[in-house]
């Protein structure tokens, strides 16, 4: 029976492994479009009157694509830590998790969200979202120094709630244009609620339960 469940166990993490390989290349691909940097490229193409007016955003928008894709990848790496023989590494890439989310990847994105697709709604959800993953990914760092890692470890999964948003928003935005063939501007109300939300919920539910 031990050793159904160790062989599940195994088999469960290799699957997680293989998704999340899955979204992350489809994120890096999506980082890479923006590489090496260009005005008129991809969602810029639809940003042009930031662009053109506000020379910052482009700025914060840069600093906000390029370390987001770092945060996706170590928040991974930091939760798979003692599993696969990388737990002494566990430090460091917390570390550069909470750092680069706190001083570029959140702040940038509050900024951005500021200037959102959708008008008042979307940009109300995303600000909220960018200052939500900033206050998560502080307590944690918080709590890690007062080596409270229970309370540590349920924080930084709240923030890394926060940090799929950017996979979980593009899973929606496909099911709803095929499902639905929404108005553009709709689509942007909808997911920009939906991206965060549901995973918010889906992991303060498996912190009341105790699964982690």
């Given at each position: 029976?031990?050793?159904?469940?160790?062989n599940?166990?195994i088999?469960?993490?290799?699957?997680l492994?293989?998704?999340?390989?899955?979204f992350f290349?489809?994120m890096?691909?999506?980082?890479?479009?923006?590489?090496?940097?260009?005005?008129?490229v991809?969602?810029?193409m639809i940003?042009?009157?930031?662009?053109?007016?506000r020379?910052?955003y482009?700025?914060?928008f840069?600093?906000?694509?390029y370390?987001?894709?770092?945060?996706?990848?170590?928040?991974?790496l930091?939760?798979?830590?003692?599993?696969?023989?990388?737990?002494n590494l566990h430090?460091?890439?917390?570390?550069t998790?909470?750092?680069?989310?706190?001083?570029?990847a959140?702040p940038s994105?509050?900024y951005?969200?500021?200037?959102?697709n959708g008008g008042?709604?979307?940009?109300?959800?995303?600000?909220?979202l960018?200052?939500?993953w900033w206050?998560t990914?502080?307590?944690a760092y918080?709590l890690?120094?007062q080596?409270n890692?229970?309370?540590?470890?349920?924080?930084?999964?709240?923030?890394?709630?926060?940090?799929?948003?950017?996979?979980?928003?593009?899973?929606?935005?496909?099911?709803?244009?095929?499902?639905?063939?929404?108005?553009?501007?709709?689509?942007?109300q909808?997911?920009a609620?939906?991206g965060?939300?549901?995973?918010?919920?889906?992991?303060?539910?498996l912190?009341a339960?105790?699964?982690?």
């Amino acid at each position: 029976m031990l050793s159904v469940k160790k062989n599940l166990s195994i088999t469960l993490k290799i699957l997680l492994i293989i998704g999340f390989g899955y979204f992350f290349w489809l994120m890096l691909k999506i980082t890479l479009e923006y590489i090496p940097v260009r005005k008129e490229v991809s969602f810029l193409m639809i940003k042009q009157t930031e662009v053109t007016e506000r020379p910052d955003y482009l700025y914060l928008f840069y600093a906000h694509v390029y370390t987001s894709i770092f945060v996706l990848l170590s928040g991974f790496l930091a939760i798979l830590r003692k599993d696969f023989g990388i737990k002494n590494l566990h430090k460091n890439i917390g570390k550069t998790y909470i750092f680069l989310i706190l001083v570029f990847a959140a702040p940038s994105g509050i900024y951005m969200g500021i200037f959102a697709n959708g008008g008042i709604y979307s940009k109300i959800s995303f600000v909220i979202l960018g200052c939500l993953w900033w206050f998560t990914t502080f307590k944690a760092y918080q709590l890690a120094r007062q080596k409270n890692f229970k309370e540590h470890q349920q924080w930084m999964w709240r923030s890394f709630a926060l940090t799929l948003s950017a996979v979980t928003l593009r899973m929606w935005k496909v099911i709803i244009v095929y499902l639905l063939h929404p108005n553009p501007m709709d689509v942007y109300q909808i997911i920009a609620w939906l991206g965060w939300i549901p995973n918010l919920l889906f992991i303060e539910y498996l912190i009341a339960k105790k699964y982690i």
